[in-house]
């Protein structure tokens, strides 16, 4: 396989090997889809947990006792208070 770098990702690697933490440019590149492919698994159990909250939230039926109102004088008194500080 070959990949076509930009020349200031070039450089990075560059840096890296010559820091001393990298042997070469291959093992910067497995570093950084190890990375990459943690990102990704991060975000999909991120995805994973929001979608079970809506599941929840949809079948926990209609919301009893909320009030747009004291929803609004409520965001309205923290907004006061972090401007104060």
Known sequence: MQVTLTPAL?????????????G???DVVRDALRLLAAR??????????L???LVDGE???LA???????????LDRRSDATART
């Open 24 to 26: 070469d440019a291959s």
């Open 64 to 74: 009893t006792g909320f009030s747009f109102d004291r929803l609004n004088e409520e």
């Open 10 to 22: 070039e450089a990075l690697i560059r840096r890296k090997i010559e820091s001393g933490l990298y």
């Open 59 to 61: 079948t926990s039926g």
């Open 51 to 53: 979608r079970l909250a």
């Open 40 to 49: 990704d698994e991060a975000e999909a159990m991120r995805l994973d947990v």
